[in-house]
């Protein structure tokens, strides 16, 4: 979608409600189509997350699900024009509030959820924290651009690269009350290392970065995630921040993995790395195939 120059700028010209209904159509109705290995493992792994429902919900869920991932990519065109109270309203928003209001640098946590690139741009436009984002590319340069070009419109400052974590660290530190914002359900070798489901897996890949980075300049945790509520509405859901001078990262990591990995459970129809891991593979495999992808970089 993001790689057709003519369906971009078409997205772009529509009204943001047809535009983002039309990505989800094509999305439901046609790539599905053609990604049914994709579907086929969502199938499984929805499966195994919700054991509770019955075969004719869990297709519903997935039906709903195509048609949020084209929502979400047809959106990318038009989020400059959803930044605003009519698309976006937050839970205990006068909490929320007082936290970005707050001192000190701040890690916003999240997953693949509603439409991820919305909830970076309205934390951006929530504040006037200096923001940035970390972001990892697709591997079609044709892709990778388009995505520029779409987010340079409302991401503002984003790294990428080898060299991210030294900026971010540079960032963090440099720049008062400075914001971080990172996902944490970065997808490698067809594997999700967050949230864990249960599974023993100690941290790793972004969420082993960001403890990391928050002792080393003191920052506090904020997760948070957005949900789409109907067509192109969303609802953000926060948990209170939690901060690593008083806690452990055990403490944090169980904390952080229950709010967000709920999250996904209760709205894998909105979650986009269903279809990118293999809940059914034995504890054992997924460590070692961990160990083997440990050298890559951050990833959103």
């Known amino acids: 979608m993001l790689s057709n120059p003519f369906l971009f700028t078409l997205l772009r010209i529509l009204p943001a409600s047809l535009a983002s209904w039309l990505g989800g159509w094509l999305s439901a109705n046609i790539a599905r189509k053609s990604m049914k290995l994709r579907d086929e493992r969502a199938r499984r792994n929805l499966a195994i997350l919700r054991p509770d429902l019955d075969d004719a919900t869990r297709e519903a869920m997935l ?27 937050v839970e205990d928003g006068d909490g929320y509030r007082r936290v970005l209001d707050g001192p000190g640098p701040l890690i916003a946590l999240s997953v ?23 972001y990892d590319p697709p591997e079609d340069p044709r892709q990778a651009a388009m995505l520029k070009r779409a987010r340079s419109s409302y991401m ?76 192109p509405h ?51 495999a997924v460590a070692a195939a961990r160990e083997e992808g440990a050298g890559g970089g951050m990833a959103g």
């Open 156 to 231: 503002g400052e984003a790294i990428t690269g080898d060299g991210a974590a030294r900026g971010v660290l540079k960032h963090l530190a440099g720049r008062d009350r400075a914001t971080l914002y990172i996902l944490l359900d970065e997808r490698r070798d067809r594997q999700v290392w967050f949230p864990r489901f249960g599974r023993d897996l100690p941290p790793s890949g972004n969420l082993s970065v960001a403890l990391r980075l928050a002792r080393k300049v003191g920052a506090r945790f904020l997760p948070f995630y957005l949900i789409r509520s109907e067509g």
């Open 234 to 284: 969303f609802r953000v859901h926060w948990h209170p921040p939690l901060d690593p001078a008083l806690l452990s990262d055990d403490r944090i990591m169980d904390q952080v993995d229950a709010f967000l990995g709920k999250a996904c459970v209760d709205h894998a129809d909105q979650w986009l790395a269903l279809h990118d891991m293999d809940l059914a593979a034995p504890v054992a």
């Open 112 to 134: 693949h959820l509603g439409n991820w690139d919305l909830l970076a741009a309205h934390i951006k436009a929530s504040t006037d924290r200096p923001g940035l984002g970390i």
């Open 63 to 89: 039906t709903r699900r195509w048609f949020n991932l084209g929502r979400t990519m047809a959106e990318l065109t038009n989020i400059d024009r959803l930044i605003d109270n009519d698309h976006v309203t």
